[in-house]
């Protein structure tokens, strides 16, 4: 009965689209198809269809012993080779010259250094930016980072299209003479007054900047980003005591490190450089990672950067075109016969479906409406395993639960460690997600590059409430009841209604769930407004960084106001670290100090679990478990 009510329901939703060739679920509806913008999983599959980066990590040898098929980042996208230098900071790709866009403009390296810098963009707020924190200067132009004598471009306020960051208005590049801001209170240095210049400043700055003329005069300007007659502005200018007039100061949109001097360059429209602060031998997988993807300049400028993803308005570069947009209900590509390898796309047309209901979806599986689904129901997987379509194999991936910092009593990390220690992990993997799982008590998945990981505690309800009494809540007394928060999706429910058990049984301490659907949910991660959260994470690389650097002091992928500048520190320097062996133990002190001071508690450790139609070709396990729509063919039927 369930088959037959799902199957009409959604025969009324297709409407007049005629079938697809291929149809998924996606899982939720993706909060953005904006390379720049977007963070997730459901996100990655669609974005990676509509738009090409310079590299594509594609299938590269033989499966191993789990059946996981290796993959690597080739010169199969927008670059058809690359160089790399001898020290290998610089990286130099040749974009092809049959690269289009699908409204027949050309692709340019100039595409991609526009589009880097919008990625880099303080206005864009990119969670992923610090992704080209490698590139020489980039950090310094994305976080603001300025000290005297630094390059610096001033945007002035004559933005062609007031609300839109882009086109950007006047800029007028110069040199920083002078910061002059408040000083910071715990700043000790003897002067104790105003005018402090560089590092060590907090609120409101104004910039004194002096620009050449072609006749090789100087003028000084003074600017701030805020408005000039602002209270602490006009307090700054009041008690200033150095030598440059201020009465003329200028408000202007942004002071920002000068973009000309960043290692990203457009030497020619064929040719893109990049010149990183330091080997980085995982560079090649970033640059073929989504959120480097490029955009089309002009439409992003015609339309704003909340319109120009709109199927009536979206340029892409990608293997498909975005064709139809159902909210909360599909997506419809279609192969992009500009697309430069065009040839090599067997699908012509895809459905991706935004089916949060994890039984719902299984169903119209087994009844042929969906070729892939990417989460079949927990509680069947045993079933399901024994089953022709199912593909599974460990990978890249951590479950874990936030926990926020900054919420009293989850500042106390003795209360952290007590809700780690008090949870039942094994239970979790044995009774609720049953697909092979690993019980986790580190954050980097075992096995990877040599790494050692650093270790939590494990599952010991004695100790966690030793833990929970030496913090001052003996038997969970005083404890203010502790709210989950979670994504829309059977299995997170399940998981959350177990560690809700565990914490009431093991230590005391009343429990309470809340669920939202996936834009909100990311929303409310981004603003701290949870005290726990249901989180995950797959690698973007094989490399232990990419699961710890997103934990430094105001990373915006930390979303737990923890911070610790021992483990900043660590980060900081593994990334110049070149002894392989040296660079391993930094990476295990570091996650050792996370465990310890546990802003997250690891769940477990993830296995893919896909049910595909033995019809699909092209479909492999692997470490990312990500799968290229464009390399996905359907078995032609045989004849009798």
Known sequence: MLLAVISVVWAINLGTLPPADFVFNNGTEVKTIDPAKATGVPEGRVINALYEGLLRSVPDGEPDDLGRTPTKPKAVAMSDSYTVSEDGTVYNFHIRENATWTNGDPVTAEDFAWSWMRFLHPETASEYNYQLFYVKNAKKFALVELEEGDPVEVELKDRPVQGQIFPRGTIRRGQLLEVIQAVAEDDHSEDGGHGHGGSGGEGPAIYVVEFQSLDQQSEVHVYTTVDSDDDEIQSLVQSYQGETDLTKLQSVEHVLFDFDHVGIKALSTHQFEVSLNSPTPYFTELAAFYPLHPVHRGSLEEHGDREFTKPEFIVSNGPFVLRERRIRDRLRLVKNDQYWNADSVSLNSIDVLAIQSETTSLNMFLNGQLDWDTKPPNTLIPILKERDEWVSTPFLAVYFYRINTSKPPLDNPLVRQALNMAIDKKSIVDNIVKGGQVPARSLVPPGMNGHQSGYCGEYNPQEAQRLLAEAGFPNGKGLPTIEILYNTLDSHR??????????????????????????????????????????????????PNTFLDMWVTDGPNNQTKWSNSFFDEGIEKAKYESDPTERMEIFRQIEQTLMDEQPIIPIYFYVSTNMVNTRIKGFTANLQDVHPLHLLSIESERSE
Not at 514 to 540: F, K
């Open 494 to 543: 399940d998981i959350a209604e177990v560690i809700q058990q565990d914490w009431k049984k093991n230590l005391g301490i009343n429990v309470s769930l809340r669920n939202l659907e996936w834009g909100t949910y990311l929303d409310t991660l981004r603003i701290g407004d949870y005290m726990v959260s249901r989180s995950g994470w797959i690698g973007d690389y094989a490399d």
